[in-house]
């Protein structure tokens, strides 16, 4: 018989940062398409800045969540952890979040471009830092299994706070996973909200994202 998995922060941060990594790759690969040619149609505008939207809700609610409730958890136990560094480049995300959000308002792919180019030097950069720093090796150390899975659903209701509007930032994170990531949100959401409120009365307003986002 297999065991079920035991919960792990570590297996937990490279699952949130693919969706980061795959959104920030998706939007400024097609953001460069869009300031050479310019959109193709309404539908994709609208759905490429509501794409960025649900990146933008993501990110900054991954670092919220970092900064207010992981970190603090376990910076005493990781005397050897720059997390100084860590937290300041969150705050420097956070500047080109707000240009991107400038850009996405008003309704600039070139400003979006370089504010997305930016953000996705620092964010590989900073992944690649937490990773090796916050290993599941290292994590299964660092933290009991109480205490993974009391963060674990800590983590879900603090960014379900933060992550706005749902319904562009649950989609997003749903549809930037597949195979077993996606079946790990799917199975640790509320059933309302992978069966009625996603595919049925969000469904509208997410609907012209689909193009960037994995079937
Ligand atoms: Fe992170
Ligand atoms: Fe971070």
Not at 181 to 189: N, S, V
Not at 190 to 205: F, H, S
Request: charged residues 20%.
């Amino acid at each position: 018989m297999l065991d079920k998995p035991m919960p792990n922060i570590g297996l937990d941060l490279q699952r949130i940062h693919r969706v980061i990594t795959r959104g920030l790759a998706v939007a400024l690969e097609n953001c460069q398409v869009f300031v050479a040619s310019g959109f193709p149609d309404d539908a994709t505008r609208e759905g490429f800045w509501k794409y960025c939207q649900g990146l933008e809700a993501n990110l900054h609610a991954h670092h919220l969540t970092e900064d207010d409730l992981f970190f603090p958890l376990v910076c005493d136990r990781m005397p050897g952890t720059d997390f100084q560094t860590l937290l300041d480049e969150h705050q420097e995300l956070l500047v080109y979040l707000g240009e991107l959000k400038a850009a996405r308002e008003a309704g600039s792919a070139a400003d979006a471009q370089r504010a997305l180019a930016r953000m996705d030097v620092v964010w590989q950069a900073h992944m690649a830092k937490e990773e090796a720093a916050f290993s599941p090796e290292i994590m299964a150390r660092v933290m009991t299994v109480a205490e993974h899975i009391e963060m674990a659903q800590q983590a879900a209701a603090h960014s379900q706070a933060h992550a706005q509007p749902a319904p562009l930032s649950v989609p997003f994170l749903l549809y930037n996973l597949e195979g077993a990531d996606r079946d790990f949100y799917l199975g640790a959401m509320p059933a309302e909200v992978t069966q009625q409120l996603v595919p049925i009365a969000w469904k509208d307003e997410w609907a012209t994202m689909k193009p960037f986002l994995l079937e």
